[in-house]
């Protein structure tokens, strides 16, 4: 059994230190709102006041927060990770960031004595209840190997592609992909439901054939009922739309599926739905129509 640090207990966080915690791991927990990780504590995790204070406890140390600037700062605060870790510790972040960024913690880590990989997820709330998500590693092949253990318990497709850093261009990759699945589906069944047709119906006919996806089958249904509660926030997705559009034009690589997504998701969070669920989408299309 490993001491754990898992810093950031939100919508994935929360459930995937569950399986650490279920596990029978001693588990060290921080978030910014300390209501969010009550029921890992009532579970018998360990409360952090910093990220620092619950790094300093474990051998292996796993994030998942919002956006670069709070991997930023949990990682290199003076009360951060890196202050904080003792030699020999394993660091993984599976906060969606930025590619340059992992390279720099892995960087900082290395002069410290620490390991660290960069291992976003793909899977959504229900992926991280069930624990079946996917984690796209980057990093030591070392490291890697000792944290795979700990992967295995949150997720059921764990592929190592690289250095530090190519775990988030895989991530990147992912998003790309669900940028145009999210819209193709919001445009079938509003076209369904503006041509008069009951749109439920039509995703019974299409979902299972070669238009349905993933997000077709998870989130149409939420959105028909009205459900826009975040799976995974909308200001989030628009994040990594923005971290993947900055890779492209880094690499000269056009990408205009991801642009005309960004451009309608910045609509979306323009209304005041950024803290809804990806599939707040389908509400603009049917706002129009």
């Known amino acids: 059994m490993a001491s754990i640090a898992f810093i950031g207990t939100g919508v994935m966080g929360r459930s995937m230190a569950g399986h650490l915690l279920k596990a029978g791991h001693t588990l060290h927990v921080h978030n910014r709102t300390p209501a969010k990780a009550q029921p890992l504590l009532d579970a018998g995790a360990h409360w952090h006041a910093t990220p ?12 998942i927060v919002g956006f670069p600037q709070d991997v930023e700062e949990t990682y290199f605060n003076p009360t951060g990770v890196l202050a904080a870790a003792k030699p020999g510790t394993v660091l993984v972040d599976m906060t969606t960031s930025s590619p340059a960024l992992a390279r720099r913690i892995a960087a900082a880590a290395a002069t410290k004595g620490l390991a660290a990989l960069d291992a976003p997820v793909t899977g ?14 980057g990093g030591d092949e070392t490291a890697f190997a000792h944290a ?25 990759a992912n998003q790309i992909g669900i940028a145009s699945v999210m819209m193709s589906w919001c ?57 993947a559009l900055e890779a492209a034009e880094a690499m000269s690589l ?36």
């Open 254 to 289: 056009d990408l205009p599926g991801t642009k005309q997504a960004k451009k309608l998701y910045d609509q979306v969070a323009a209304r005041g739905w950024e803290d809804a669920g990806t599939q707040a989408l389908f509400r603009l299309y049917t706002e129009r129509a």
């Open 187 to 243: 445009e079938a069944l509003a076209f369904g439901q503006s041509a008069g047709l009951d749109p439920a119906r039509v995703l019974e006919s299409i979902g299972g054939g070669a238009a349905g996806s993933v997000g077709m089958t998870v989130l149409a249904p939420r959105a028909l009922k009205g459900d826009f509660a975040p799976g995974f926030y909308v200001k989030h997705f628009l994040k990594d739309l923005r971290l």
């Open 148 to 172: 795979r253990p700990f992967f295995d318990l949150m997720g059921r497709i764990i592929v190592h592609h690289g250095g530090p850093g190519c775990g988030q261009l895989c991530k990147l």
């Open 52 to 63: 620092g204070s619950a790094a300093a406890k474990a051998d292996f140390v796993f994030t």
């Open 124 to 137: 959504g709330d229900v992926g991280a209840r069930e624990a079946r998500l996917s984690i796209m590693v």
